[in-house]
């Protein structure tokens, strides 16, 4: 059997394990996805360690979720109708840099692969998988605490044993503990922070908000040993108070598209003074010393410049994906920068696309009943800005996260409309 056939195979069985602790713990089906992810995380690890060698195929284990959602929305039979205009943007995004990838003869159409987590959005929006409950609080509070067990006492074995074998092929599992990241429920930074992000939005549209949310979403962003995940808690948060203060303020969509452009901009600004006027904190701990030395700020900044090189080479023509596995994943010029690696990726057609997806969300979010706006738009404004030098918006959990707010302001009016809180 070859490892993607395993892999595939594991990810079936985990699939089959959510659903049955789904029911047999009366989950709604997003906690179901939510337990399904962290199953599928551990999972992958140890098939790793007991394969014994490094084989990429084997993260293909993290497709359980997706098999799960697939299950879900073909049992409700919903229609797409509803979310036709989105969807549409969504795929002519992921049309284009399928194009460059083909006509790019170092292009890899594997990697494409990665972009069936938009699945999880047409699922969500399409209102199979409801709102969040317990589990999803349950998940955020476990995942925080074994993360900072990790950074107290070190690396756990279950992660020690994965890193060891995935390294050659994994960019998670080269984290190391002077990157301020030494292992969590899931298996990289970005990972965790993006998971962070996704639950603190969902849990903040809640009803009743859990007791000690916004200090458990800082303390996993810290945990995660990225600065921009750290920041873009903090802009959510920001945003969120914002909105709850000031109720009948109504953004714009295209104002906030517009702060969104122009924040690396000002990033340049900042960083660049930043990198002239070093600070410097002698300590002892790997966690504070990531957050507070230049380390990789340098690959970061410089925007405006990369802007102007990148724009002429691929704003027709991009070169599609690549192996998403391998130690040159990242193009030097994308700065680590959404913006950037649309272009590079699928050209000026691919990140009109994108944005247009984005914006036609934050127009569908300013219908909301407050309380679920401020978490929705907080959500979108955060994680596109730290997309700017961090985790990037088009990953598993930015996909289940938008179509679940999508879904509640598409579908619910305000006379049927179905408030949700932890059970």
């Known amino acids: 059997m070859t490892a993607f056939a395993l892999a595939l195979l594991v990810a079936v069985v985990v699939a089959a394990v959510g659903a049955l602790l789904r029911f047999a713990f009366a989950m709604s089906r997003l906690d179901g996805i939510v337990i399904t992810y962290v199953l599928a995380e551990a999972a992958k690890k140890i098939l790793y360690i007991v394969a014994g060698y490094a084989d990429k195929s084997f993260s293909y284990v993290i497709s359980a979720p997706l098999i799960l959602a697939a299950i879900w929305w073909y049992r409700n039979r919903l229609p797409v109708s509803e979310i036709q205009a989105p969807l549409t943007w969504l795929l002519i995004w992921i049309g284009s840099i399928a194009f460059f990838t083909?006509?790019?003869?170092?292009?890899?159409?594997?990697?494409?692969?990665?972009?069936?987590?938009?699945?999880?959005?047409?699922?969500?929006?399409?209102?199979?998988?409801?709102?969040?409950?317990?589990?999803?609080?349950?998940?955020?509070c476990l995942a925080v605490a074994w993360?900072?067990?990790?950074?107290?006492?070190?690396?756990?074995?279950?992660?020690?044993?994965?890193?060891?074998?995935?390294?050659?092929?994994?960019?998670?599992?080269?984290?190391?503990?002077?990157?301020?990241?030494?292992?969590?429920?899931?298996?990289?930074?970005?990972?965790?922070?993006?998971?962070?992000?996704?639950?603190?939005a969902l849990l903040a549209g809640l009803e009743k908000m859990p007791r000690g949310l916004p200090l458990i979403s800082i303390a996993g962003a810290l945990l995660s040993g990225s600065r921009y995940v750290l920041f873009g808690v903090m802009i959510f948060w920001i945003v969120w108070i914002f909105f709850k203060v000031f109720k009948k303020v109504k953004v714009k969509p295209s104002y906030a598209i517009a702060i969104i452009i122009t924040y690396p901009f000002i990033q340049d600004i900042i960083g660049?003074?930043?990198?002239?006027?070093?600070?410097?904190?002698?300590?002892?701990?790997?966690?504070?010393?990531?957050?507070?030395?230049?380390?990789?700020?340098?690959?970061?900044v410089g925007f405006s410049e990369a802007l102007i090189s990148v724009l002429p080479q691929y704003w027709i023509n991009g070169v599609g994906m690549w192996d998403m596995f391998s130690r040159d994943a990242n193009i030097s010029d994308d700065r680590h920068n959404i913006i950037l690696t649309m272009?590079?990726?699928?050209?000026?057609?691919?990140?009109?696309?994108?944005?247009?997806?984005?914006?036609?969300?934050?127009?569908?979010?300013?219908?909301?009943?407050?309380?679920?706006?401020?978490?929705?738009?907080?959500?979108?404004?955060?994680?596109?800005?730290?997309?700017?030098?961090?985790?990037?918006?088009?990953?598993?959990?930015?996909?289940?996260?938008t179509g679940t707010f999508f879904y509640i302001a598409n579908f619910m009016s305000v006379k049927r409309e179905e408030r949700y809180e932890l059970p």
């Open 272 to 300: 660049t003074w930043i990198l002239r006027n070093p600070i410097t904190i002698h300590t002892e701990e790997e966690l504070i010393r990531r957050l507070t030395t230049i380390g990789t700020m340098e690959a970061r």
């Open 147 to 200: 993360a900072a067990v990790n950074q107290i006492w070190g690396p756990d074995p279950l992660w020690t044993a994965y890193r060891h074998v995935a390294d050659p092929v994994s960019i998670g599992a080269r984290y190391l503990s002077d990157a301020g990241y030494t292992g969590s429920l899931f298996s990289s930074p970005s990972e965790l922070g993006n998971f962070v992000l996704a639950a603190t």
């Open 343 to 401: 272009i590079i990726r699928g050209g000026i057609f691919a990140l009109l696309s994108y944005f247009l997806f984005v914006w036609y969300h934050l127009r569908k979010f300013t219908e909301l009943d407050n309380k679920y706006k401020r978490s929705a738009m907080a959500y979108l404004i955060a994680v596109l800005i730290m997309s700017m030098g961090g985790p990037q918006a088009q990953n598993n959990w930015f996909f289940l996260t």
């Open 102 to 140: 083909w006509l790019n003869p170092a292009g890899n159409l594997i990697a494409l692969s990665a972009y069936a987590v938009i699945w999880l959005w047409i699922t969500a929006a399409s209102g199979a998988l409801g709102y969040p409950g317990k589990w999803t609080y349950r998940v955020l």
